[in-house]
């Protein structure tokens, strides 16, 4: 039976009540489900009070104003009940208005451009909707009608053609987007007048936008030839885990970062600073070790010259609202004060482990193949090593996530300082047409300056609100078919069961998630909301977070094991995981609402299990 | 007509049309070298004698016309149960046992051992269109001259279950003749392991893997479902072993007190979870299932015993063509087929992708 075709009409959708539920639901969701028997029952989570929900103070217009591939960024309609939503990992902060550039560059023009011109055949990117400052995004369905067959004929002819391309044209790319980055960051902006930083922050902006053509024109190639790699390994009888290992081990710059994060750590040791590291605050570590003198200064140096080559990433993926760490170097000096708070992590035994280990998946995957398929098996292998997703999803967050919305912020800031505003980040409280409009003289920063303090106590409003973002929202159904759904935010049937029926922490003992990083850890829960705290995860907890990004990945040197509410098997932590040998479980959905700061868990990264040993006492 | 005929004396080009497929397979692979039971062939034109002098001729086309059209399931089973029945109660023409009788004590003599299997093997049994696996009996660990006559007339009988009826009825020429039947009575080999091999994937169709399945002993635990066998998978190509799953084997089939047949005991317990197919065994099965798929140029599935030694040998006791749906795509990594089945969940249509 082709259930597929009838779930989503709402013509045959009968709601139930609540009382014939046969499962734990929310009381907010109801069920909706076929006519005929055996049919696959969705779930409808309500989009309720979100439609209605005022946006940002005085956003009226700030939408639809950037050019969108297929479908514009949006709030949510009500309309939008009859879609799946998920709540987006990668902003668990959210996003502040000039941030929502990142919905119009990256969602609304990235993905959707890279998915028609490619074309995907499975659909036209993703869409995304704004709840208060929190992203839910969807993906876009072809529309009614499409010629699948055309659209599969077109993607058959430019996918082999984009292949024996990949590693020459990701070079170029690589070299276009630095050459930008170059020019844009060596600009004098203080030299600049109103005019000049104008046409700076457009000139920002064009790179932003050109960056996530770029990510998305990669990324949707070598998303589909990994998962038809895969797909083959299973048809193989390869374990579906052990397909990642395969393409581990391979080096990429973020791990370049953390190595030269345990250089500065080792210096700090030599020079007698550990005691500094020691008794001063995260926060005052910066004036603290400038202020010594003698070895500190030097090793400020030291350290200034390193962030100067790897400082220019942000503590999230693509957010104006975010510094760097050569401006904020907070972040990295907190992990140095953790990194000698413990054993040195012995990069190269970590390295060693993971291409060993990469080579023993080869090994046994081989012995158990016979030499016919050994054959496709080694050429689709060869194939996805050349162009390797997993390597790519940490190279490319270099020269493109961790960096891209860095020249936006600096005009940001520096408008903000010749306006004189209240705060230096006030301008990321705007959007985009306003601070345009602010450069061109069309508005003033006093007329401004109210809804941006309205803003703030928004934004602030829904960042408390995070933790009881809905994961999904809409028509949820009990299985999802497309695999980047699954395999990147890990959308799987558990995810779906446990999002949809929520988690209480007296019932809940144990998640099931996703197997992404060997091993059996236990280890003290650390919940963390976002990278902002960091540092104060303490050698040997287990990581419990939304997801990580790579700024986390040092993290992973100090923790016993990481467990995450989304992600799947190529997602940041099951990628870092596997190259730290941690074990790692994702897309349990709803860990970070279940577990506590404190409990004692086991992570049984080969099983997908987190299993709770002992509450901690604070919340019993 | 012989009323008997060895194994040994049939010629491959027309053993199966004179003994039925399951006898006629072993003279044929007994011809290309494959190690098969010693043994002889009670013809069907024996069967049709004793049926003739026993007045069963008659009966039996009186019942054929009262199956006209298409029967109900009781009126089958009714009539089923008055055949078995009256065809038991018939002795077994003197002339037809006494030359069964004779043929057995040479086959004694002959193998230095008395106990032996007696098999059905009905004319177009097996044949591709309709396959009789399991419809007709086979008597394991029989010993003495009379209990084989007996299991003979067994076998015969066994066409007229109602199971075996309903089989009967379903083939278009049914209407015109009782299927008939020679029956083989085969030494019975002092199991050391026994099992089935399959020349292609039973399950995925796959030609470039050979699966083989054993127990230690006769395999009669492992047919009537009482054991799990151990399992392993080979490359048809190299023959290296793949993959290899011990099955905890609670059971042995062994052969009753007094040459009664077969019992399942408890399996003696250190042998329940050791590997019973070693390198010697599964390179002697995959070798021998590997000719024999060759020889018919289909894929089979193959009956072993691994003899207690020493020397151990791999003796074929039943060989068949498996049915696969449908030619199997071998294993190609190709880019865009890999992503539009499994990235995108599209298949290959005549007209081109479509989902």
Known sequence: MRVRAVRLLPTFCLTEPLASRTTALPPWCYRRQGAERGCRVDIVVPLGALVDTPWYPQSQGALGRSKAAVEPFDTFRPEDESRLWFLDFHWPRGLTPLATLWNEDGYAWGTQLAAERMPLPSGRGIAQRMAGTHTYASPIPLPEGTDFTARAAAFERSLPRWLDGFPASWQRHRAELDAGWDRLQRRELRALDRAGLLDALNEARAYHRRAFEIHFEVMYPLLATYLGFSGMCRQLGVPAAEVGRLLQGYDTPIMETDRQLWSLTDRARAAGLAPVFAATEVADLAATLDAAGGPATTWMTDFRDVLRTYGWRTEGSADVALPSWVEDPTPPLGLIKSFLAQPRHDFEAAHHAAVADREAAVDSARSRLTRRETAAFDAGLAAVRRANFMWWQDDHNVVIDLRVALPIRWVALEVARQVGADQEDDTVFLFWHELVDLLAGARRYADLRPRIAARREYFDRWHARRPEMPKVLGTVPDRVDDPILVEVFGLTEHYLDAARSGGDPEQVQTLTGVPVGRGVARGKVRVLTDADHLHLLQPGEVLVCESTSPNWTPAFATIAACVCDGGGTLSHAAIVGREYGVPTVTACAIATTVLSDGDLVEVDGDRGTVRRLARTAKAS | MSRVLWLDDLEPHDATARVGPKLGRLAELS?????????????????????????????????????????????????????????????????????????????????????????????????????????????????????????????????????????????????????????????????????????????????????????????????????????????????????????????????????????????????????????????????????????????????????????????????????????????????????????????????????
Do not use: N
């Not at chain 2, 029945?85 to 057995?104: I, Q, R």
């Not at chain 2, 007696?118 to 029989?142: K, N, T």
């Open chain 2, 31 to 355: 011809a290309v070298g494959v190690e098969v039971p010693r043994g002889f062939a009670v013809t069907a034109s024996a069967c049709a004698e004793h049926e003739g002098a026993a007045g069963l001729t008659d009966v039996l086309a009186a019942a054929l016309g009262r199956l006209d059209g298409t029967p109900a399931p009781l009126e089958v089973s009714a009539l089923a149960r008055d055949l078995h029945a009256h065809y038991l109660s018939c002795p077994v023409e003197p002339a037809v046992a006494a030359e069964v009788e004779a043929a057995y004590r040479e086959l004694v003599a002959q193998v230095r051992d008395d106990v032996v299997a007696v098999r059905s093997s009905a004319l177009g049994e097996d044949a591709r269109e309709a396959s009789f696996a399991g419809v007709f009996d086979s008597y394991l660990g029989l010993r003495g001259a009379t209990d084989v006559v007996a299991a003979v007339r067994e076998c015969w009988a066994s066409r007229f279950s109602a199971r075996a009826l309903t089989y009967q009825l379903r083939r278009p020429w049914a209407a015109a003749q009782w299927m008939p039947m020679a029956v083989g009575v085969l030494e019975l080999l002092p199991a050391y392991s026994s099992g089935v091999a399959f020349s292609a994937h039973p399950t995925t169709g796959a030609r470039d893997r050979i699966v083989v399945e054993g127990t230690f002993g006769w395999g009669e635990a492992v047919v009537q479902g009482l054991v799990t066998p151990d399992r392993a998978e080979l490359d048809a190509q190299d023959g290296r072993l793949l993959r290899y799953g011990v099955a905890d084997k609670a059971v042995l089939s062994t052969l009753a007190p007094g040459g009664a047949g077969m019992v399942a005991v408890p399996m003696p317990g250190a042998r329940r979870s050791e590997a019973v197919l070693d390198p010697g065994t599964l390179r002697a099965v995959g070798d021998v299932v590997r000719t024999i798929d060759q020889f018919y140029g289909h894929p089979v599935d193959v009956e072993w015993v691994v003899t207690q030694g020493p020397p151990r040998r791999c003796v074929v006791v039943q060989a068949r063509p498996v049915t696969i749906s449908g030619p199997v795509p071998l294993p190609v990594w190709d880019p865009v087929d890999a992503a539009m089945r499994y990235a995108f969940g599209a298949t290959r249509s005549p007209d081109g992708w479509v989902r």
